[in-house]
């Protein structure tokens, strides 16, 4: 079984990742940590022209940032994960919706475990949500996971 897991280093995402850890897999499970680092939008270049040297700092940034929290993720499993899973890991610079999707297809993905900010609203309208657009458009079964409220 081949599970895709994508963290964005949120608290819902460590419910998502802790949701993997705990769950008794089938022998020869492999799971791959995932994560897409999405480079803000930028205003239209009739509006203003920014430095290239701006923009190659903020994807940098942004790709930096997932790299560091697939490498928590990745080692948080290790330390946990009592089972013997085949575990790897992988960073992208795309939109997060459609990176999940395309790397669930690529990799042949039989699982795709995210987790749900749960945002309402004006905060849905404005930033929209990956685990709905994942779980309508993924070609393989969606795990959407929340974290417990407090």
């Known amino acids: 079984m081949k599970i895709l897991l994508a ?3 949120s608290e819902c995402s460590e419910a998502a990742l802790m ?3 705990r769950r008794p897999w089938p022998e020869n499970t ?8 999405e480079i803000p939008m930028l205003p239209p270049s009739d509006v203003g022209t920014l430095p ?5 700092d903020i994807g940098r940034a942004s790709r930096e ?5 697939v490498e928590e993720a990745l080692s948080r499993f290790n330390e946990l994960n009592k089972q013997n899973i085949k575990v790897s890991s992988k960073v992208v610079v795309d939109s997060a919706r459609e990176a999940i999707i395309e ?3 690529s990799w042949g993905a039989d699982l795709i475990i995210v987790g749900s900010h749960g945002y309402r609203g004006y905060k849905r309208f404005l930033l929209g949500s990956v685990s709905q657009a994942v779980s309508a458009h993924a070609k393989c079964s969606v795990e959407i996971v929340r ?3 407090q």
Do not use: T
């Not at 290239?52 to 190659?56: E, F, N, S």
């Open 147 to 149: 974290a417990q409220e």
């Open 7 to 9: 963290v964005d280093g």
């Open 65 to 69: 940032k997932a790299e560091a929290v």
């Open 52 to 56: 290239a040297q701006y923009i190659d």
């Open 103 to 105: 790397e669930a297809e």
């Open 30 to 37: 492999e799971i791959e940590i995932f994560s897409a680092a």
């Open 19 to 21: 949701a993997a850890i």
